[in-house]
Each structure stands twice: as structure tokens, then as C-alpha cells.
């Protein structure tokens, strides 16, 4: 019974196409996070969400939009893929918002082509 | 900016050994700093977290040290086993809301325990 479940697993797309990556948490965790890890490694905040607030770290392009339909659920969306999206992007989410104790999905291999 | 930064970036190990990894930071509003695990293929998995009110917190082979003057944090792999091998990242995160809540992370460590 996995805790926080990431849909698909990988994803290979065309430069220009919009895709969306979902992700459900069945801990009832407040705050839900998308993480982007490149190629290095390096795992960076995309956005938080906690159904009353929504922060987005401003490198962020506007490409990307999370959609959060419930508590439980927040989908990645992203419109006019680049290279550069290329990634392996995580979900995750934690009981309260001040960062403690996440718990991350198993990951989307995201690459474009 | 980088808020934390992580060394070194791989280390390798033999069985039996005592791994370190350092971890320093530069906000002062950061109050709980977590080591991650990474095996590949997975996502990260928490390992141990301290919060600055403490210099040293102990869990089976893992410890961290804890120095809020310094500004840095550590994690020790006492007896490394190969089962070890993955990427270990420090995070760390303050209180209140906005971004100051988010995890920010050091940038890994692959460590390799070699049997």
C-alpha cells in the first residue's frame, strides 16, 4: 500500500507537447511538494501546496502548473515540453508545512525528446 | 544561492568503516535539518533529522552532529555495509510560512561501501 504513488513512472514525450504527471498520498498529510532532480542529482523545490496556499519557487517556468483537485492529489502539468524539462520529478508530501518529515513518491523519469 | 552545502560530492568506503558526511548552512532561521537516503530508482527516504537544540542525535549506526555556532551538521555511518551504497542528502528547513517551510537540499553525496 504505497504512501505517496506517482502515475507514470516514465514518460517519454516530444519537444512541444504537454504532458501531466499525477501523484496521490494516502497519509492525510497536510502539504503535498513537487521536486525536480537532474541529472547531478540535485533535488530542487518546484512548488508547495497546502489547499490554502500555494508557493512556487520563481525559477519555475510558467509551464508549469500544479492542479490539486484534493487533499489528497496534486498533478503536475506542464504545457510546451523543452529539452530542458528533462528530469526525474518527485512528489512528495509532509504532515505539517514546515518541511518535517516528508515522504517522497518513487519518482517520473520525464524525457523529451 | 546555495543554503546548504554538501561534502564530499562521492566517497567511497570499506566494510566495517566509519562513513562522514558534512553539511553547512547559512540561514540562521533554519530549524530542522533531515538526511535523506537515496537508492536508485527510488525517491529519497528519511534517515535521521535533528533540530538545533540538540549537538548530537543517535539512531542505530546513524548519528548526527549537530554545531549551531559553526553553522554545519554531519552524518556518521558507523560499521558501513554495503547495503550503505546510495546517495545521502542534508536538507534543511525554518519554521513559519511562505518558502521558509520547504526543504532545501544539499546537493548528495554517493557513498560506496566496498565489501
Given at each position: 500500500d504505497?504512501?505517496?504513488?506517482?502515475t507514470?513512472?516514465?514518460l517519454?514525450?516530444?519537444?512541444?507537447?504537454d504532458?501531466?504527471i499525477?501523484c496521490?498520498?494516502?497519509?492525510?498529510?497536510?502539504?503535498m511538494y513537487?521536486?525536480k532532480?537532474?541529472?547531478?542529482k540535485?533535488?530542487?523545490?518546484m512548488f508547495?501546496y497546502?489547499n490554502?496556499?500555494?508557493?512556487?519557487?520563481?525559477?519555475v517556468?510558467?509551464?508549469?502548473?500544479?492542479k490539486?483537485?484534493?487533499?489528497?492529489?496534486?498533478n503536475?502539468h506542464?504545457?510546451?515540453?523543452e529539452?530542458?524539462?528533462?528530469?526525474?520529478y518527485?512528489?512528495?508530501s509532509s504532515?505539517v508545512?514546515?518541511?518535517?518529515?516528508?515522504?517522497?513518491?518513487?519518482?517520473t523519469?520525464?524525457?523529451?525528446? | 544561492?546555495?543554503?546548504?552545502?554538501q561534502?564530499?560530492q562521492?566517497?567511497i568506503?570499506?566494510?566495517?568503516?566509519?562513513s562522514?558526511?558534512?553539511?553547512?548552512y547559512?540561514?540562521?532561521?533554519f530549524?530542522?535539518?533531515?538526511?535523506?537516503?537515496?537508492?536508485?530508482?527510488?525517491?529519497p527516504?528519511?534517515?535521521?533529522?535533528i533540530?538545533?537544540?540538540?549537538?548530537e542525535?543517535?539512531?542505530?549506526?546513524?548519528t548526527?552532529?549537530?554545531?549551531?555556532?559553526?553553522?554545519?551538521?554531519?552524518l556518521h555511518?558507523?560499521?558501513?555495509?554495503?547495503?550503505?551504497?546510495?546517495?545521502?542528502?542534508?536538507?534543511?528547513s525554518?519554521?513559519?510560512?511562505?518558502s521558509?517551510?520547504n526543504l532545501i537540499?544539499?546537493?548528495?553525496?554517493?557513498?560506496?561501501?566496498?565489501?
Open positions: 504505497t504512501a505517496v504513488s506517482q507514470p513512472k516514465y517519454v514525450t516530444q519537444m512541444g507537447n504532458k501531466s499525477k496521490e498520498q494516502n497519509l492525510g498529510h497536510d502539504t513537487w521536486y532532480q537532474d541529472s547531478k540535485f533535488l530542487k523545490i508547495s497546502n490554502k496556499e500555494l508557493i512556487i519557487n520563481e525559477t517556468p510558467n509551464r508549469f502548473s500544479p490539486s483537485p484534493d487533499k489528497a492529489h496534486l503536475l506542464i504545457n510546451s515540453l529539452l530542458g524539462d528533462s528530469a526525474v518527485f512528489c512528495a504532515q508545512y514546515y518541511g518535517y518529515g516528508y515522504t517522497f513518491g518513487s519518482g523519469r520525464l524525457t523529451v525528446v | 544561492q546555495q543554503q546548504v552545502k561534502s564530499p562521492s566517497l568506503v570499506q566494510k566495517g568503516g566509519i562522514i558526511i558534512n553539511c553547512a547559512e540561514n540562521t532561521a530549524d530542522y535539518f533531515p538526511w535523506y537516503q537515496q537508492f536508485p530508482g527510488k525517491g527516504a528519511l534517515l535521521i533529522a533540530r538545533p537544540d540538540v549537538s542525535k543517535k539512531e542505530g549506526r546513524f548526527i552532529s549537530f554545531n549551531k555556532s559553526a553553522k554545519q551538521f554531519s555511518i558507523m560499521d558501513s555495509q554495503p547495503g550503505d551504497s546510495a546517495t545521502y542528502f542534508c536538507a534543511a525554518g519554521g513559519g510560512g511562505g521558509q517551510g537540499f544539499g546537493k548528495g553525496t554517493k557513498l560506496s561501501v566496498k565489501p
